[in-house]
């Protein structure tokens, strides 16, 4: 067991309402953390593809947004 500590989690500036989050799981949509961008095709579990818009790799899927605790 290593004595570093964890490290924090960054702070994203985008939070996501539970009803679009569970609306773009069904039809997988996701989202960029970074400039709040949805992006298709992106499957429920996804993590850091690139963002169509921004162009950096802060999508995510919809059940990982939730599981990231990015809703309001």
Not at 4 to 10: G, S
Not at 25 to 53: K, L, M
Request: hydrophobic content about 30%; glycine content about 6%; proline content about 8%.
């Amino acid at each position: 067991m290593s004595n570093e500590p964890t490290k924090p989690l960054p702070d994203f500036p985008h939070k996501f309402d539970i009803r679009d989050i569970q609306s773009a799981s069904e039809d997988n949509i996701g989202f960029c953390v970074a400039c709040g961008a949805e992006r298709c095709y992106t499957e429920p579990d996804a993590r850091g593809y690139e963002c169509d818009d921004c162009e950096e790799p802060q999508v995510y899927g919809a059940e990982e947004i939730a599981m990231m605790g990015l809703v309001r």
